[in-house]
């Protein structure tokens, strides 16, 4: 029911800039929340930033005031704009969606995740 598609990473010098995308497709599905979840190697994931529907947002302490978390007008694709990046931000980024499916009996909320896009920071 729901498919996330993330883009934008690749190689990029430390104090430079970089934009994630992430689409979700979905069907009879309401979207509570998207975020960026990242992992580097030998470490567990993280969370990066989320936004909910209404516009809340949430970043960890690492990347405040560096990356910033937006959505379209349709809540369906999210975006993350990293600036002033760092070596340590060097990860495999992944785009969450969590999201409620209903049917004539139930309502589930579970969480979808993306593929993962490479970041890599060099200095």
């Known amino acids: 029911q729901v498919q996330v598609v993330e883009s934008g990473g690749g190689l990029v010098q430390a104090g430079g800039s970089l934009r994630l995308s992430c689409a979700a497709s979905?069907?009879?599905?309401?979207?509570?929340?998207m975020g960026w979840y990242r992992q580097a190697p030998g470490k567990q994931r993280e969370l990066v930033a989320t936004i909910t529907s209404g516009g809340l947002t949430n970043y960890a302490d690492s990347v405040k005031g560096r990356f910033t978390i937006s959505r379209d007008n349709a809540k369906t694709t999210v975006y993350l704009q990293m600036n002033s990046v760092k070596p340590e931000d060097t990860a495999v980024y992944y785009c969450n969606v969590r999201a409620s499916i209903s049917t004539a009996i139930v309502t589930r909320v579970n969480d979808y995740w993306g593929q993962g896009t490479q970041v890599t920071v060099s200095s």
């Open positions: 979905t069907g009879l599905v309401s979207i509570y929340a």
